[in-house]
């Protein structure tokens, strides 16, 4: 498990505060009922007021202090319909779809984002991948140097030596599905800020079945020439590619193939050539390899917006909850 002292000193220094958009629902409130003993950040939560206390008190949770906001019932709903026409008005949006599309929570939650009622948000305990993104895509909008929305997972097990946490940074495994060369250079300036924030050095492998040159195809060209330009747009960064896995994380093989490289062998950060690998590969690593797995962190837009697997727990809603926060 990863130790969040850094994040929460910050976010102590500088609260912020989290919309969650599934608010009844007790994964939630586990984690908002931690958050508020904690102190260091502040939960909207989303929904019926009194449905959301009556599952609090039945599953023994103390959300006293949180803010509680119900899209059936919001007193600047109006104000809401018309900014989010505005943002809409080259679809056509009508004041009714607006008000309709915003009875939905993942909606609502988005906007409170983009009136800066809120600093960040997290769904997805119930809603899907799609559902948390398109609002955040439609409304948010990516950062004016962005083009796309990438992911990257954070991957952290104890370090062999003992001393401390062996951390990874692995994108994209979750959103784009075949990622141009353009496109893989911005997915790797994203992940190393994220990185960044977990107390990362970065050290960036462009991944590959070849490794300089030892392949050949289509795929090898693709992930060599993102690599050149990488190194182009990120002087300061430690870069390699095209790499083998074993090549980029083994010292004893990335020194044999890549002689001299300041990457091959040390490798912390592993940009994926498609969506296929990066999603076989960390959970791959997840699963034999005994890390935890935090993710999909949601990279690229102008406010941060992150997903939770439908499948998760109180803490990995509480661990998400910090990560988001620590993006604003």
Do not use: H
């Not at 398109?134 to 796309?148: F, W």
């Not at 949601?298 to 439908?310: K, M, Q, V, W, Y």
């Amino acid at each position: 498990m990863y130790n969040f002292d850094g994040m929460i000193g910050q976010l102590k220094q500088n609260p912020k505060s989290i919309v969650f958009t599934e608010g009844p629902d007790p994964r939630i409130l586990d984690a908002a009922s931690r958050l508020l003993k904690d102190d260091f950040l502040k939960p909207i939560l989303l929904g019926n007021k009194e449905e959301i206390e009556a599952v609090a008190k039945e599953n023994g949770y103390d959300i006293t202090g949180a803010v509680i906001i119900d899209p059936a019932n919001y007193d600047k709903m109006d104000e809401m319909v018309d900014c989010l026409c505005e943002l809409r008005k080259k679809k056509g949006m009508t004041p009714e779809e607006a008000r309709k599309t915003l009875a939905k929570s993942n909606y609502f939650g988005t906007m409170l984002v983009k009136m800066g009622v809120a600093d960040c948000l997290l769904g997805g305990a119930t809603y899907s991948t799609a559902d948390t993104v398109r609002p955040a895509l439609q409304i948010i909008k990516t950062k004016p140097e962005n083009t796309i929305v990438s992911s990257c997972f954070i991957l952290v097990r104890p370090a062999k030596d003992g001393n401390g946490n062996e951390i990874l940074a692995l994108a994209d495994c979750a959103i784009n599905l075949y990622p141009n060369e353009d496109q893989l250079v911005e997915i790797c300036g994203e992940t190393v800020k994220c990185g960044k924030i977990f107390g990362m050095d970065p050290k960036v492998a462009f991944l590959s079945y070849s490794t300089l040159g030892s392949g050949k195809g289509e795929d090898v060209d693709k992930m060599r020439n993102a690599t050149a330009k990488a190194k182009e747009k990120y002087p300061e960064l430690p870069i390699e590619g095209e790499l083998q896995f074993d090549a980029a994380y083994c010292p004893e093989v990335g020194q044999l193939k890549a002689k001299g490289s300041k990457v091959a062998g040390y490798a912390n950060t592993f940009i994926f050539p498609d969506i296929n690998a990066g999603n076989i590969g960390y959970k791959l690593s997840q699963r034999l390899g005994g890390f935890d797995a935090y993710g999909p962190i949601l990279l690229g837009l102008n406010a941060p917006i992150n997903d939770l697997s439908r499948g998760c727990n109180g803490d990995e809603v509480y661990s998400m909850a910090i990560i988001t926060a620590a993006q604003a």
